[in-house]
């Protein structure tokens, strides 16, 4: 079946401009992780849905960065005034519900370049 | 200091050799341990879960955690050429909503 999708797949984009990064998670999945992953780091939690409740935003680097997930499933990840540290591969993963938390299936990422 | 240590590598093995892949943790609360495979330009995929202390072994590969030692290790038996990509071992605690956290990965290659 499908698995989780992302796109763009790459962005290329001007310092100050906004971005938009979307996912669609694996139908049925209530859970969806964002993350960034940098050169040389790990992946970094950026926000977290499950259902229909309130996100986890802990991870948002700073109030540039949101998130959305409509209808509980496609979800838009949005840097606003980006910088060139927000240059990075940014992965979605989805998962059946909280309780499969590793059981996380991830897209192939956006990979993000800010000049 | 990270909470999860892992050593980036590279590292670069023959063929056929074991291969051992390994990450050190300081939140004692850590109960449920993973490995991620990702090649390069994919996402990571789950490649071995295991609950608390103990081993786990799935074909090739063997997941090893030492609680007490706060270690894990992933051993990689008769490596292929097709096992080179990047590993992360990736931990979280026992309590509602944690979030995983990520090692840095190793960068794995094996030589034919």
């Known amino acids: 079946g499908a698995g989780v999708s992302q796109s763009p797949s790459n962005k290329v984009t001007e310092k100050g401009k906004d971005v938009e990064l979307r996912c669609d998670p694996i139908s049925g999945h209530t859970a969806l992780y964002w993350y960034r992953q940098s050169l040389g780091q790990g992946l970094e939690f950026l926000i977290y849905f499950q259902g229909n409740s309130a996100p986890d935003k802990s991870g948002l680097p700073s109030d540039r960065f949101s998130a959305e997930r409509t209808g509980g499933s496609v979800s838009t990840l949005t840097i606003q005034r980006t910088q060139q540290e927000d240059s990075a591969v940014y992965l979605c993963?989805?998962?059946?519900?909280?309780?499969?938390?590793?059981?996380?299936?991830f897209g192939p990422g956006t990979r993000l370049l800010v000049l | 200091q990270k909470e999860v240590e892992q050593d980036p590598g590279p590292l670069s093995v023959p063929e056929g050799a074991i291969v051992s892949l390994n990450c050190t943790y300081s939140n004692s609360a850590f109960q449920y341990f993973m490995w991620y495979r990702q090649y390069s330009r994919k996402g990571p995929e789950l490649l071995m879960y295991t609950y608390s202390s103990g081993n786990k072994e799935d074909g090739r590969f063997t997941a090893q955690v030492d609680k007490s030692s706060k270690y894990i290790s992933l051993f990689i038996r008769d490596s292929q050429p097709s096992d080179s990509a990047t590993y992360l071992c990736?931990?979280?605690?026992?309590?509602?909503?944690?979030?995983?956290?990520f090692g840095t990965g190793t960068r794995l290659t094996i030589i034919p």
């Open positions: 993963a989805s998962s059946l519900d909280r309780g499969n938390q590793e059981t996380q299936y």
């Open positions: 990736a931990m979280r605690s026992n309590f509602g909503n944690e979030k995983l956290t």
